[in-house]
Each structure stands twice: as structure tokens, then as C-alpha cells.
């Protein structure tokens, strides 16, 4: 959900509670603080995926401290924080090197092309132990949507759990 206030964030959940999870872009919030979101996952525990980048993986502009101090907090819920391997190393890596247990998306987004080594991509995110691979690439021509379906059939028979998504008419 991108929205500018808290408020907004809120209203929109409860407006849709039909939703099976809600995407809380943290980076678009003018007054988020971490009262807000110990609130919000605490009340929607298990429904929440948070991201700190923006659209088309444009820098965040949170400050990195109040970033950690989220991660740490989000660590002892069921919610989902999504990295981008792309911009969202820095994400990836804290948890790991703090030995911290949050329930993480690694993604990876091409918003350009769908590259020959997504298999190479999907692998490097192991490294990082998420629940859930997403790979998110622009389709120019059917054989780049062939490639999304092999690489999700090869998730699938490794019983990974997945988002795969084709951008574009073709995807």
C-alpha cells in the first residue's frame, strides 16, 4: 500500500480486510515512527509484507537507523519484510550478519529485460534463507516469459516457495 501518512496506511487495511496480506512500502510514510509499525504488525500479525524501497527501485530515504531498529522488531513476527537483491543487500545482510530471524522475500525486479541467468540470480538469494523467492522481469517477447516458466517450474520441483512475475503485454 503506498500512502504518504499513517493514517492513510490504516484506513486503507481497514477498508479492504478481505485482502490476504498487505504491502506496507515504509519509504512513502512522511510520519512513520516505530510505534506505528510495532502497532500495525502486531494487529495484522501474519498479513503484512514491509518494503523500505520505492517504486521502480528508487532510493529510500529512511534513515538507516530507524531501518535497523524495524528489522529488529519485525524479527519476532509472522510478517514478511521484501529486499531487493538489487538495492536491498544492505537489508539482506544485516539480518544475516545479526544472526536475526525475520521471515524475508528476496526479490529481484528488472523492470528493463528478463535476463538469460535467473537460475544464477535465484541461487545467489539462497545464501539469505528466504521464505519466498520472487523474481519480477519485463517479458519483450514470448521467449522471455518460456524463460519465467522454466525458472518457476524449476522452484516448484525444488519446493521452493515462489513469486514469479512477467511485466509487460508479453509477460
Known amino acids: 500500500i503506498i500512502k504518504e501518512t499513517k493514517e492513510e496506511v490504516l484506513n486503507m487495511i481497514l477498508e479492504n480486510p478481505d485482502y490476504d496480506f498487505y504491502e506496507i512500502w515504509l519509504s512513502y510514510i512522511k510520519d512513520l515512527d516505530i510505534d506505528f509499525v510495532w502497532k500495525l504488525s ?20 529512511l534513515d538507516e537507523e530507524l531501518k ?33 530471524q525475520n521471515k524475508i522475500i528476496a526479490s529481484f525486479h528488472a523492470y528493463e529485460k528478463t535476463p538469460d541467468e535467473l537460475e544464477k540470480i535465484v541461487k545467489s538469494m539462497e ?8 523474481v519480477s522481469t519485463f517479458c519483450k517477447n514470448p521467449e522471455d516469459a518460456l524463460k519465467l516458466l522454466t525458472l518457476l517450474l524449476k522452484l516448484k520441483e525444488q519446493k521452493k516457495k515462489f513469486i514469479v512475475l512477467g511485466m ?4
Open 127 to 134: 545464501e539469505y534463507k528466504p521464505e519466498i523467492f520472487k
Open 68 to 100: 535497523e531498529k524495524i528489522i529488529k522488531l519485525l524479527e519476532s513476527s509472522d510478517n514478511l519484510m521484501d529486499f531487493d537483491v538489487n538495492d536491498g543487500s544492505w537489508g539482506l545482510n544485516f539480518i544475516k550478519e545479526n544472526k536475526l
Open 168 to 171: 509487460g503485454d508479453e509477460g
Open 42 to 61: 502486531e494487529q495484522f500479525n501474519g498479513k503484512l509484507i514491509f518494503l523500505f524501497r520505492k517504486q521502480n527501485l528508487e532510493k529510500s530515504e
